[in-house]
T-cell receptor, first 116, second 114 residues
């Protein structure tokens, strides 16, 4: 069984479009994250939710909006896509409330977004 | 603020040789330190982590790392490289700084030659 799953795996779209990426975890974890990995493999956190509550909101354009319908799901909606949004987006989850920093994060396989 | 520096964006070793991937951290609070591995077209998975217990941490696939506070280092080693170890390796730091974000290093790509 896949622990952290993301859909779609690949996403190719035109500038200006709106798209969503979905993430689900079946580990029973309380905290979920979205990361962006750029072409140089640099990984940066975007958002984190604990039990559907936003607890990390990095300096991310407000075109990006996370939504957590329940603690097992964290979706990412992106409005008005730009060329610079092309990257790999990873969802992750961890046990506990995520406030100690010691928790192991479990990553999904990533969504490769290409904006043309 | 916390940060991580991985020395060497690429490391190449021969199969059977020692693997040494370097990581130095900066933290104003006692850090938690992690090594994650990313195989091509996959997500990251934990190799090992240091959370203030034993300073020598053993992980999966024969990897280990030693926390050295005096050197602010957490280098990753493996005595004998296998072809299957070829991947991207990320060092990461977190801690209770009022925000628990995990900060990742830029990654080191390990190449293993036959």
């Amino acid at each position: 069984d896949t622990a952290v799953s993301q859909t779609p795996k690949y996403l190719v779209t035109q500038m200006g479009n709106d798209k969503s990426i979905k993430c689900e975890q079946n580990l029973g974890h309380d905290t979920m994250y979205w990361y962006k990995q750029d072409s140089k493999k640099f990984l940066k956190i975007m958002f984190s939710y604990n039990n559907k509550e936003l607890i990390i909101n990095e300096t991310v354009p407000n075109r990006f909006s996370p939504k957590s319908p329940d603690k097992a799901h964290l979706n990412l909606h992106i409005n008005s896509l730009e060329l610079g949004d092309s990257a790999v987006y990873f969802c992750a989850s961890s046990q506990g409330v995520g406030t100690s920093g010691r928790e192991t994060q479990y990553f999904g396989p990533g969504t490769r977004l290409l904006v043309l | 603020a916390q940060s991580v520096t991985q020395l060497g964006s690429h490391v190449s070793v021969s199969e059977g040789a020692l693997v040494l991937l370097r990581c130095n951290y900066s933290s104003s609070v006692p850090p938690y330190l992690f090594w994650y591995v990313q195989y091509p077209n996959q997500g990251l998975q934990l190799l090992l982590k240091y959370t203030s217990a034993a300073t020598l941490v053993k992980g999966i696939n024969g990897f280990e790392a030693e926390f050295k506070k005096s050197e602010t280092s957490f280098h990753l080693t493996k005595p004998s490289a296998h072809m299957s170890d070829a991947a991207e390796y990320f060092c990461a730091v977190s801690g209770n700084t009022g925000g628990f974000k995990t900060i990742f290093g830029a990654g080191t790509r390990l190449f293993v030659k036959a």
